[in-house]
């Protein structure tokens, strides 16, 4: 059975949540301090997080942040969260803090219900392409099911966000992904507006990956359109010291 886990100090709400998502078929923990939410995470095994921003403990924040940073299966739940401010820069830094949706108070039950179900939705939609295969890219090896990433023999750590853009443009050298489609693709449906959320993640992304960022092998800037993978002759080309385009 699905198990989701909520973490929301308004009693109330709390309470009406759960009680709707167990209606919906799902089993539900339902939780009202950062700090137990955090300790629960880190022994438990869920498959969605229902995040308050503001909670006594550690705020959503820092618990969304804990997560996306660690190396177990719990970097990789989705994490829908809620927040009563509705300012885009506190949407921005939830987004790129690791959460995969938003709602901001107040909102309906049944709006959370269907963000739920096409959170659930992608993550399985995800999960069915990630078949048993090692993608390799010169001297980069993305293991898609295992989520791990080797660079020279050695072992790169990705967030959860890095890793999906990382493999989205693997398994489609030379497409040419516009911001807009990368948000479709790795962040999930209603974020227009964050292609700067796109960015910041490509940037970190080419720190952690990339030998001189600023001239990037493999993600490669698309002037005015977006973003593409290098091809394998292109990267036979770079490897043997030519100047890769950026």
């Not at 009693?11 to 078929?25: A, P, S, T, V």
Request: glycine share 8%; proline share 3%; aromatic share 6%.
């Amino acid at each position: 059975m699905t198990h989701l886990l909520i973490v929301e100090d308004e009693r109330e709400l709390r309470l009406l949540l759960r009680e709707n998502l167990e209606e919906e078929g799902y089993r539900v923990t339902a939780l009202a301090d950062g700090d137990e939410a955090l300790r629960r995470v880190r022994r438990e095994t869920y498959d969605l997080v229902i995040l308050d921003l503001m909670l006594p403990g550690a705020d959503g924040l820092s618990i969304c942040r804990a997560l996306r940073s660690g190396g177990d299966r719990a970097a990789y739940v989705p994490i829908l969260m809620l927040t009563a401010r509705s300012s885009e820069i506190d949407r921005v830094i939830g987004l790129e803090s690791g959460a995969d949706d938003y709602l901001i108070k107040p909102f309906s039950v049944r709006e959370l219900v269907a963000r739920v179900r096409a959170i659930l939705r992608r993550a399985e939609a995800m999960a069915a392409r990630e078949e048993a295969e090692v993608i390799e890219a010169g001297d980069l090896s993305i293991d898609v099911p295992r989520r791990r990433v080797i660079l020279g023999g050695e072992e790169v750590a990705l967030t959860a966000k890095e890793f999906d853009l990382l493999a989205c443009f693997a398994q489609h050298p030379g497409r040419v992904f516009s911001r807009g489609e990368l948000l479709d693709h790795v962040w999930g449906y209603g974020h227009d507006g964050y292609e700067h959320t796109v960015n910041t993640h490509i940037n970190r992304l080419r720190a952690k990956v990339e030998r001189e960022p600023s001239q990037p092998r493999f993600v490669r800037t698309v002037w005015g359109v977006g973003y593409r993978f290098a091809e394998p002759h292109e990267l036979d080309e770079s490897s043997g010291g030519r100047k890769a385009q950026q």
